[in-house]
């Protein structure tokens, strides 16, 4: 018979159990992982979200036994979900934790982004994903590939409902690429980001063609290719620029974009940044010009999140305010093939219209 335990051996288990989950990994796996120039799950979170709001869901989850010895089920089954707040508005979140293995998909992991997916289509708030994913758990056979089919079906029905954010924050093959391919707005660090859905060894088998894991799905090949809404150069930068992107949204499809007071100014007339359009667009029509130097001169402080700069060139989009209110931009740029369209501007530009 299981010996009973008194309340207060009960407390102190529960406690020592909830300390247990926020270091799940193999002793050193966090070293190594900073070692990489990357940040650990939680400390992803941190940096994102307001200070003290974040309330975690599932944190003592495991997977279900198998009965085999000496298996190991740590808590939280290598992806931290819940619920915080970006500049005092609700965001439901899940950060994949690499440190536990690989932070590849399996059943409850996949149970738990379901559950915070869901919390967001009920309360209306976006969802962020910071991804670290070697793909399905193999040892979870076709449940883990079952698991990938609940996500997609909650990608489907918040789309266009909420915002769907997802930072690849370290190397996601397989079907860890699936979710950030149906959401919103992707966004990938330099050195550290990779995105693909086979890996090098498999193009080798396959094609005979020898490449790198970065010129495979590198951040660049991404940007270029248009699966990548915004590079940035350290985990920190993506996770600011995330903030940044959210600034300029709505939390939801019946929701309104946060307005800001625009900067105050005696004189609401011209000013010499105004005056400075005559000359920046040329009288000729053969002539180029920088439509960002437009741009920034147009919208409020000079404060434009452009979307999409290394790919489809020829026409410039991103999010700005004027007099405080958010806006979309589209542009031709005259500085790329004369600013033409083609269906990869067409598309573009439709992005920021959805």
């Known amino acids: 018979m299981a010996q009973r335990l008194t309340m207060r051996e009960a407390i102190e288990d529960l406690h020592a159990?909830?300390?247990?989950?926020?270091l799940p990994g193999q002793p050193g796996s966090v070293e190594k992982h900073h070692a990489k120039g990357k940040l650990t799950a939680r400390e992803r979170i941190a940096l994102?979200?307001?200070e003290g709001s974040f309330l975690e869901t599932g944190r003592l989850r495991r997977a279900p036994t198998t009965g085999t010895e000496g298996e190991r089920r740590p808590y939280t089954d290598g992806v931290v979900t819940g619920r915080a707040t970006v500049d005092g508005r609700p965001v439901c979140i899940f950060s994949q934790d690499a440190t536990v293995f690989g932070g590849s998909v399996g059943q409850v992991y996949a149970q738990k982004i379901v559950a915070i997916m869901e919390l967001a289509q009920k309360t209306g708030c976006p969802?962020?994903?910071l991804a670290d994913s070697a793909g399905a758990r193999i040892q979870d056979g076709v449940a883990a590939l079952a698991s990938y089919q609940k996500v997609g079906v909650l990608n489907v029905r918040l789309s266009g409902v909420?915002?769907?954010i997802t930072v690849i924050m370290g190397t996601c093959a397989g079907g860890a690429v699936y979710s950030p391919a149906m959401g919103d707005f992707t966004f990938m660090v330099n050195g550290t980001s990779h995105m693909f859905v086979t890996g090098p060894e498999v193009v080798r088998e396959v094609t005979g063609e020898e490449m790198t894991i970065e010129e495979l799905g590198g951040a660049e090949v991404n940007a270029v290719t248009g699966n990548a809404h915004h590079v940035d150069e350290t985990d920190e930068e993506a996770l600011e620029s995330v903030r940044r992107l959210l600034s300029f949204l709505p939390s939801n499809n019946v929701g309104?974009?946060?307005r800001f007071a625009p900067t105050a100014r005696e004189d609401l007339g011209f000013t010499a940044s105004d005056m400075e359009l005559d000359d920046l667009v040329p009288a000729e029509p053969n002539k180029s010009y920088d439509?960002?130097?437009v741009i920034e001169r147009v919208v409020d402080d000079g404060d434009f999140f452009e979307i999409h700069p290394r790919w489809a060139m020829s026409i410039v989009i991103g999010f700005a305010r004027v007099d405080g209110r958010s806006v979309g931009v589209i542009a031709n740029q005259p500085t790329e093939s004369a600013g033409v369209l083609s269906n990869e501007t067409a598309e573009k530009a439709a992005r920021i219209l959805r």
């Open 17 to 22: 159990r909830r300390q247990a989950a926020l």
């Open 48 to 50: 994102l979200v307001d």
């Open 127 to 129: 969802v962020i994903g």
């Open 162 to 164: 909420v915002p769907q």
């Open 256 to 258: 309104y974009p946060p």
């Open 291 to 293: 439509v960002r130097d």
